[in-house]
């Protein structure tokens, strides 16, 4: 009956915001597991990468299990930083100015290899976008050591010279 004059009276809300409260609360990781989740899925996107790589060299089909098994384990490898820093937070930095083009290039490279691996199976192809995906990926982690991005443009324009 509490429950009823509550509703009416429109004191319900707040019950509302703790079950909100008590459930996000219930799905947040402690320090500790989050750490495990990182090592887990980031080692098991680095083993699926040199599997891939590994991979690369059978006759028929090596080409196309590379490009899956090396996509699989960029994923992996980039799901592994939302375990740190939370969904939500990785998705917002992903988006960030500084990383929306890397961001934006290694998602349309990831989707553009498994097209080229499975629909239009031309294996080169699906090399270049790896390799695409690779830089991207690269140019991506760059953006998170500070000032690391500005080292290498100068690197790559001293020896240009």
């Known amino acids: 009956m509490d429950k009823l004059k509550n509703v009416l009276s429109g004191q319900d809300g707040n019950d509302d915001l703790n079950v909100l409260q008590a459930a996000n609360e ?3 990781l402690g320090w500790g597991t989050r750490v495990k989740g990182f090592v887990a899925c980031f080692v098991s996107g680095v083993l699926c990468s040199v599997l ?4 690369l060299w059978l006759p028929r089909t090596g080409l196309t299990l590379f490009a899956v098994f090396y996509s699989v384990g960029n994923i992996a490898s980039l799901l592994s930083t939302m375990f740190l820093m939370g969904p939500l937070k990785q998705l917002k930095r992903m988006c960030d100015k500084t990383r929306a083009l890397a961001t934006g290039i290694m998602i349309t490279c990831l989707v553009l290899t498994f097209c080229a ?27 998170y050591i500070p000032f690391a991005r500005d080292a290498i443009i100068k690197l790559f324009s001293a020896c240009l010279k």
């Open 26 to 28: 219930a799905s947040t």
């Open 52 to 55: 891939g790589t590994c991979l």
């Open 117 to 143: 691996a499975f629909w239009w199976k031309i294996k080169g192809l699906a090399l270049l976008f790896c390799i695409l995906q690779f830089l991207a990926f690269t140019w991506y982690s760059l953006s």
